[in-house]
């Protein structure tokens, strides 16, 4: 079963911050916190993960609390495109140890004009 | 990222009739492969994971003898769809993790069933 609990929708406005919260509360000391998001009728596409460190790329930002029981998912200028739905997982990671992802419902995310 | 490819993107096929999808690591090879099936305004569910050289293994519920999975080479997987009846019309997305236990997925192949 997933393990994380998300907001079901939320609305952002044009090239403004959407900050995507998600709780994981049973989070084990070994499970990263990874982020994909699914635009309509095609596959997920990752966008970040991390283990107890904030983590930034290209597309996002990663901040996680320090008792690592939930985090948010930064996109920093909200475009059109990025409307999609947003899922939150945690599970183990690396060679050998690449755990299922089981998805729960995600956040629908809205980027309005 | 690691680029996954499924074929075909969408298939419309006759009740009865069974249908095979292809699932494919085109720049990295995949000892493991997992497929889900998503329906409308619905989350992704796992299936089975798919392991090369072996059986796969199926998720609860799912039957292993209507979802046929093979494994046969490090950068194939398929999924077939036996005896195809309309319930089982969905969007079927494959996905397959990196020699670092990183997961990539395919586009999702959209099965019509009629």
């Known amino acids: 079963d997933a393990k994380t609990t998300q907001p079901p929708s939320m609305d952002c406005a044009e090239g403004r911050a959407a900050n995507l919260p998600c709780n994981h509360s049973?989070?084990?000391?070994?499970?990263?916190v990874y982020w994909y998001r699914q635009i309509h009728s095609q596959g997920p596409q990752y966008i970040i993960h991390?283990?107890?460190n904030n983590e930034t790329n290209e597309m996002a930002s990663l901040i996680i609390t320090e008792d690592r029981k939930s985090s948010t998912l930064i996109l920093p200028h909200a475009t059109l495109r990025d409307t999609a739905v947003y899922y939150c997982?945690?599970?183990?990671?690396?060679?050998?140890?690449?755990?299922?992802?089981?998805f729960g419902q995600g956040t629908e995310l809205s980027v309005k004009p | 990222g690691a680029v996954v490819s499924q074929h075909p993107s969408w298939v419309i096929c006759k009740s009865g009739t069974s249908v095979k999808i292809e699932c494919r690591s085109l720049?990295?090879?995949?000892?493991?492969m997992f497929w889900y099936r998503q329906f409308p305004k619905q989350s992704l569910m796992l299936m089975a994971t798919s392991n090369e050289g072996s059986k796969a293994t199926y998720e609860q519920g799912v039957e292993k003898d209507k979802f046929l999975i093979n494994h046969a080479s490090l950068t194939l997987s398929t999924l077939t769809v036996t005896s195809a009846h309309p319930e089982d019309s969905s969007f079927y997305i494959c996905?397959?993790?990196?020699?670092?236990?990183?997961?990539?997925f395919g586009q999702g192949t959209r099965l019509t069933v009629v």
């Open positions: 996905s397959a993790l990196t020699g670092v236990g990183e997961a990539f």
């Open positions: 720049d990295f090879q995949a000892t493991t």
């Open positions: 991390g283990l107890k």
């Open positions: 997982i945690v599970r183990v990671a690396g060679a050998n140890q690449g755990g299922k992802l089981i």
């Open positions: 049973t989070i084990s000391g070994n499970e990263y």
